[in-house]
């Protein structure tokens, strides 16, 4: 089994951004059924996106969809504290029980993350 961290930085003002937020969840969905380890990191401004992915509803419902089917198949997804905060989501990703990450200086720790066997995808 391989270990896997797909980091989110991609924001949300290009349209091009779409494609890419749903390619990381994409991917996400078929490392674990491939039987591998996923963490999804929303990193930057990244964190907008998971805002936005983690409603209910949005002008992106195919995104709601594909979010609600990761938290379905236990995909484990994060956010970095420091850059919530930055990018004023960070009250919104609490009240929704988001886990935040702020191993080094605030952010999440890349280091710990290679040292514990993980591969990193950057998107």
């Known amino acids: 089994m391989t270990k896997v961290a797909i980091i989110v930085l991609e924001g949300t003002e290009l ?3 779409v494609a890419k937020i ?3 969840m994409i991917y996400s969905k078929e490392i674990k059924a491939s039987g591998n380890e996923i963490t999804l ?3 930057g401004n990244g964190t907008k996106w998971l805002d936005i992915v983690s ?11 594909l979010f609600k089917e990761i938290k379905e198949m236990g995909i484990i ?3 970095c504290g420091f850059c919530s905060a930055k990018k004023e989501v960070k009250e919104s990703l609490a009240k929704k029980n988001i886990e935040f990450l702020s191993e080094y200086d605030g952010h999440p720790d890349v280091g710990n993350l290679i040292n514990t066997g993980y591969q990193i995808i950057v998107i």
Not at 55 to 65: R, V
């Open 15 to 17: 349209k091009e951004s």
């Open 22 to 24: 749903r390619h990381a």
């Open 41 to 43: 990191i929303f990193d």
């Open 55 to 65: 409603n209910e509803t949005s002008e992106y419902d195919f995104l709601n969809k």
């Open 77 to 79: 997804y994060k956010a």
